[in-house]
């Protein structure tokens, strides 16, 4: 509800880079379910992590840093709230609590996984805003927490995804205005394979992949 109050009407920055359809139920409002209380609790120690790593930076140098900065670009009707930003540095950062398996994947001895590519897009879409805003970016990167041991490591984003991201919002307008009749068989629907088990939508989305089983036994045979 809260969200709601500042987004308006408005696509959302965490949204970028995944499936269009996404966007579109979120636009009109359509009905979502509720996380379960364990992803809640992992949310709750994802946002006490955050407020520890910017409560540091901001106490360090408070005239430096910019903290949950809430940014909009009215012409490509998205909006958002950056994690950190230092402006000597010029650092556009964000922070990402993950499991050991996914934080191994990244930093381990066998490094398989660079920053997902939504995540990417989305600090792309945040450092867009913070352009327009007045504050230079030269340079972007995640700060990954092993949420079971505590370790954290840095993988740097490309400044490209900046660009990228303006692409991607400009593309999400566009395919507003046909509606979801047009929507059938796109190359955004969904962007992932995973992105159906994870959608809070999911339960009343006609674009549903049919291999994805809904907790209520019923899948989606139109996708």
Sequence with gaps: NEREKSHGNMFTASDAGLCIAKSFHRLNGTEQ?????????????????????????????PQNTLIEFFMKNEELKVCGSLDL???KEKHLMDIKTVHTYKFSRMFGRNKET???????????????????AGYPVEKISIMYI??????????????????YAQGYWATVNMEMEYGPDDYNDHFMLPMYDWECNYCSFADNCEWKLEHVVLKKGRTNAKK
Excluded: C, W
Excluded at 115 to 121: L, R, S, Y
Excluded at 146 to 156: A, C, H, P, T
């Design 146 to 163: 092993n949420r079971n041991d505590g370790r954290i490591q840095e993988k740097d984003v490309s400044l490209d995804f900046i660009e």
């Design 114 to 132: 660079k920053p997902a590519e939504h995540h990417e897009m989305q600090l792309g879409t945040y450092g867009m805003m913070l352009e327009e």
């Design 33 to 61: 379910k509720l996380p379960e209380d364990k992803a809640l609790l992992m949310m709750k120690l994802g946002d006490s992590l955050h407020e520890i790593i910017q409560d540091a930076a901001h106490n360090e140098d």
């Design 85 to 87: 930003y230092l402006k």
